[in-house]
């Protein structure tokens, strides 16, 4: 079965600590994107990477690392610098050619407290 | 700076009727629109796209009608059903390939039985 997935599911974590959200794609994908959503609130783009090795910061990067050293993996850091943390972390790939059609994952949902 | 700007931000309609969520935008430069379904809990899936030079695209019971002068597009979902209870994004992209998508605010449907 080919898609995204994103681990784990739930996230807690302590103010202060740094955290990694996980993301994995066998879809063969170039383009890979994070987003952040809030309740009641559309997507907002944190980072996208239209290839391995390269990656761009999206609207709301302030707080956040990541990096991309796979094809299929984008792993988010949430740094302690992230000054409202909690949220709907959502991945997101798709194909260079074609990149309004994006696949998204099932999502992590970080609680800091 | 909310590039595109979605409407109404909820909305409830009966079994059978028609659900319309309208969205616009500003950069002229759009040229890709694509409207997302999300599920609660779940990432966002590609429900229908559509470019400025279509005036309307349908599939199934979902159609999208886009007017470039006004800058404006609109999803309309006919017979709704309950299982259409979800929310709906419009994005905005500038080209098929190597670029971000600008997601509206959402509108959260819901179809009472």
């Known amino acids: 079965d080919g898609g995204i997935t994103q681990s784990p599911k739930y996230l807690f974590r302590k103010e202060g600590q740094n955290v990694t959200l996980s993301c994995e794609q066998n879809l063969n994908h170039d383009a890979m994107y994070w987003y952040r959503q809030d309740p009641g609130q559309g997507l907002r783009l944190i980072y996208y990477s239209q290839i391995v090795n390269d990656f761009q910061k999206g609207d709301i990067a302030e707080g956040y690392s990541v990096s991309r050293e796979k094809k299929e993996s984008f792993p988010l850091t949430v740094t302690s610098a992230q000054k409202n943390p909690t949220a709907f972390y959502l991945c997101?790939?798709?194909?260079?050619?074609?990149?309004?059609?994006?696949?998204f994952g099932p999502g992590t949902r970080l609680t800091v407290t | 700076q909310q590039q595109v700007k979605q409407s109404p931000q909820s909305l409830i309609v009966q079994k059978g009727g028609i659900s319309i969520i309208n969205c616009a935008y500003e950069?002229?430069?759009?040229?890709?629109f694509p409207w997302y379904q999300q599920f609660p809990g779940k990432g966002p899936a590609l429900l229908i796209a559509i470019r400025p030079d279509v005036s309307e695209k349908k599939e199934g019971r979902f159609t999208i009608s886009f007017n470039k002068s006004a800058k404006q597009f609109s999803l309309h979902i006919m017979d709704s059903q309950p299982g259409d209870s979800a929310t709906y994004f419009c994005a905005a992209s500038m080209g098929a390939a190597g670029n971000k998508l600008t997601f509206g605010g959402g509108t959260r449907v819901l179809v009472k039985p």
């Open positions: 950069n002229t430069a759009f040229d890709y």
């Open positions: 997101a790939s798709s194909t260079g050619t074609r990149t309004y059609e994006q696949y």
